[in-house]
């Protein structure tokens, strides 16, 4: 089953708003990770943060991380349309190597 | 630095033959991860390797295989294909596998 679950599935925003997609898990971790993906490419790696983390910040992403609820946040300011792709966590349950990626959230910014 | 080189980028097979796909991760990674993407069952993790050595493995049969060299350089195999294996197929490379991951640009693997 799936380690972590995104929503929404789907996101569209004008261009210059906020986007806000959250994130699921199950088990116990030591940092869930945020990744992009554009169009079937590879994906690129965002942000980690720890479990001992609440929030972390890198330009305009920041992360919030719940471990009491088990979920995550990811917040992308003043979106362009560039940042039109599809975005994922990932989690790997504590002690194991073995990252598993959620669902993902489709984001499309129109400009 | 080099990224994550996978190659082929495009490979077009036969049911019931096999394929071999490789994975060079940059320099000094040690761990290398694979995934299988499709578009019905998103991200699916495949294996992990480190030092040669398999640390994890996904929920895949036995047809799909992989193994690590001493270079850190990966190298995945599936045997006797089936059409349901159409996929892209991700490697990613990591120092020690608690790091963020850099992914490949993939191989699109066909199967007919």
């Known amino acids: 089953s799936q380690q972590g679950e995104e929503d929404p599935q789907a996101l569209s925003i004008q261009e210059g708003e906020n986007a806000t997609m959250n994130c699921s898990y199950k088990t116990s971790i030591n940092n869930l990770q945020w990744y992009r993906q554009n169009s079937g490419r590879g994906l690129v790696h965002l942000i980690l943060i720890r479990s001992n983390e609440r929030e972390k910040h890198s330009g305009r992403l920041r992360v919030t991380l719940d471990t009491s609820k088990k979920s995550s946040s990811l917040l992308i300011t003043a979106s362009r349309a560039a940042d039109t792709a599809s975005y994922f966590c990932?989690?790997?349950?504590?002690?194991?190597?073995?990252?598993?990626f959620g669902t993902g959230t489709r984001l499309k910014v129109l400009a | 630095k080099a990224g994550v080189t996978q190659t082929p980028r495009y490979l077009i097979k036969t049911r019931g033959q096999q394929v071999t796909l490789s994975c060079s991760p940059i320099s000094g990674h040690r761990s290398v991860s694979w995934y299988q993407q499709t578009p019905g069952q998103g991200l699916q993790f495949l294996f992990e390797y480190f030092s040669e050595t398999q640390r994890n493995k996904g929920n895949f049969p036995g047809r799909f295989s992989g193994r690590q060299f001493s270079n850190s350089r990966s190298e995945m195999n599936v045997s006797t294909l089936e059409l349901g294996d159409s996929a892209l197929y991700l490697c990613?490379?990591?120092?020690?596998?608690?790091?963020?991951?850099?992914f490949g640009s993939g191989t699109r693997l066909t199967v007919v």
């Open positions: 990932a989690t790997a349950e504590s002690g194991t190597y073995k990252y598993i």
């Open positions: 990613a490379s990591s120092l020690v596998g608690e790091q963020g991951y850099t």
